[in-house]
């Protein structure tokens, strides 16, 4: 099957930096999820990305869709303690839109 | 408005026992799906439904697991004759339609002794 694979696998950062991850995958992908989740919680979706070179915002969130469909990013500005959490990238699988792959995750910690 | 919600959020159950897992869809949502996570692992796929039928098992093991989403009622995930590899967190997901973005619930966090 599909796979994406993340980078980096953890991230320790100071409180009010930026930061960065992204998701690559050898075949195309069409749509992009980034999802958050807190210890003991489902995940949470942050973004979706429908189009190739979306560029979508929200709150100190931005991701983008690569233009080759294989690949995306996530960037978090001015990260606050509350930030910390696993970030899961995710797509519909080609042979099957219902299947979502998932990402190993970037566990990001914030350190205050 | 209540999002998914799944009960138990802790299940403890012996080798051999049964475990039953509950999802309430978010209200509207008439598609569920449900992923198995292990430590330090992403999600995977397992099941997907709609109301009373099963339209993708391809991700579920084809023995001791199965699920149904009756007409009435929360969906359910069941694993009979439990073994240690299946202790995981089990998260049910919903969605609106096919194509929307899926929703979580908070997870079963199953464990065999």
């Known amino acids: 099957g599909q796979q994406l694979n993340q980078s980096p696998q953890s991230m320790f950062i100071q409180e009010g930096e930026d930061v960065s991850m992204n998701c690559t995958s050898s075949?195309?992908?069409?749509?992009w999820l980034w999802y958050k989740q807190d210890p003991g919680e489902g995940p949470v979706l942050l973004i979706a990305?429908?189009?190739?070179?979306e560029l979508t915002s929200n709150g100190r969130l931005t991701a983008q869709f690569g233009i080759t469909r294989k690949d995306s990013f996530l960037n978090i500005s001015a990260s606050i303690p509350s930030d910390v959490g696993i970030y899961f990238c995710?797509?519909?699988?080609?042979?099957?839109?219902?299947?979502?792959?998932f990402g190993e995750g970037t566990q990001l910690t914030v350190n205050p | 408005n209540a999002g998914v919600m799944q009960n138990p959020r802790h299940l403890v159950r012996r080798r051999g026992q049964e475990a039953r897992l509950r999802c309430s869809p978010m209200?509207?949502?008439?598609?569920v799906y449900w992923y198995r996570q292990l430590p330090e692992e992403g999600l995977k796929f397992m099941v997907y439904?709609?109301?009373?039928?099963?339209?993708?098992e391809s991700g579920m093991p084809k023995e001791r697991f199965s699920a149904e989403f009756p007409k009435e009622g929360p969906s359910i995930l069941r694993i009979q004759q439990v073994v240690r590899g299946d202790s995981a967190a089990y998260f049910c997901?919903?969605?609106?339609?096919?194509?929307?973005?899926?929703?979580f619930g908070n997870g079963t966090r199953l464990t065999v002794t």
């Open positions: 997901a919903s969605s609106p339609s096919y194509s929307s973005p899926l929703h």
């Open positions: 075949s195309i992908f069409n749509t």
């Open positions: 990305l429908y189009k190739a070179g």
């Open positions: 995710a797509g519909p699988e080609e042979t099957s839109g219902s299947r979502l792959t």
């Open positions: 209200k509207g949502h008439s598609h």
């Open positions: 439904l709609q109301k009373e039928n099963i339209i993708d």
